[in-house]
T-cell receptor
Framework: DAKTTQPPSMDCAEGRAANLPCNHS???????VYWYRQIHSQGPQYIIH???NNETNEMASLIITEDRKSSTLILPHATLRDTAVYYC?????????????FGAGTILRVKS | GAVVSQHPSWVICKSGTSVKIECRSL??????MFWYRQFPKQSLMLMAT?????????EQGVEKDKFLINHASLTLSTLTVTSAHPEDSSFYIC???????????FGSGTRLTVV
């Protein structure tokens, strides 16, 4: 079962920052948080991941709370092409390695 | 960056036939590959994990005899849907974990329609 909960949908104005929240209150100490997005009928695209510290790359920033029970993905200047389903995922351990178990995701609509 | 190629991108088959979907990591080695299924307006559901040279591990409720997975090399995994039925129609997506970086890269998906 997925270990994350996200709002089902959000709207954002073009050019503004999009802040997508995620709750993962049952996360364990060594489990990473990953964010992917999926544009209709395509495979998921990697955005960012982190463990404890805040992370930033060319696409987005990831803010993880100190207790690690929630996180926020920030798209600093949303464009129309950022309209997609955004998945917050906790990487869970299995017998050999780890796996990504997807939750329901958030539909982000960027509007002009 | 890492690229995963999935083939075919779409396929239509008749009920009772089998369909094979290929997943290749083009520029990296993947000891582990994952197969997901996605129904319309739903999230991705993990079906199974395949490790190179060993048997696949199936998630609860996924029939291993119906969804045959082979991971014969560090760059290729295949999913065969056997005796397909209309309810198997779905979007199938593979993912490969890169050996060195532990990043997870997804293929572009295969739309299977069983008629």
């Amino acid at each position: 079962d997925a270990k994350t909960t996200q709002p089902p949908s959000m709207d954002c104005a073009e050019g503004r920052a999009a802040n997508l929240p995620c709750n993962h209150s049952t996360i364990s100490g060594n489990e990473y948080v990953y964010w992917y997005r999926q544009i209709h009928s395509q495979g998921p695209q990697y955005i960012i991941h982190g463990l404890k510290n805040n992370e930033t790359n060319e696409m987005a920033s990831l803010i993880i709370t100190e207790d690690r029970k929630s996180s926020t993905l920030i798209l600093p200047h949303a464009t129309l092409r950022d309209t997609a389903v955004y998945y917050c995922i906790v990487r869970v351990p299995m017998e050999y390695g780890n796996k990504l178990v997807f939750g329901a995701g958030t539909i982000l609509r960027v509007k002009s | 960056g890492a690229v995963v190629s999935q083939h075919p991108s779409w396929v239509i088959c008749k009920s009772g036939t089998s369909v094979k979907i290929e997943c290749r990591s083009l520029d990296f080695q993947a000891t582990t590959m994952f197969w997901y299924r996605q129904f319309p307006k739903q999230s991705l559901m993990l079906m199974a994990t395949s490790n190179e040279g060993s048997k696949a591990t199936y998630e609860q409720g996924v029939e291993k005899d119906k969804f045959l997975i082979n991971h014969a090399s560090l760059t290729l995994s295949t999913l065969t849907v056997t005796s397909a039925h209309p309810e198997d129609s779905s979007f199938y997506i593979c993912s490969a974990r890169e050996l060195e970086t532990y990043g997870y890269t997804f293929g572009s998906g295969t739309r299977l329609t069983v008629v």
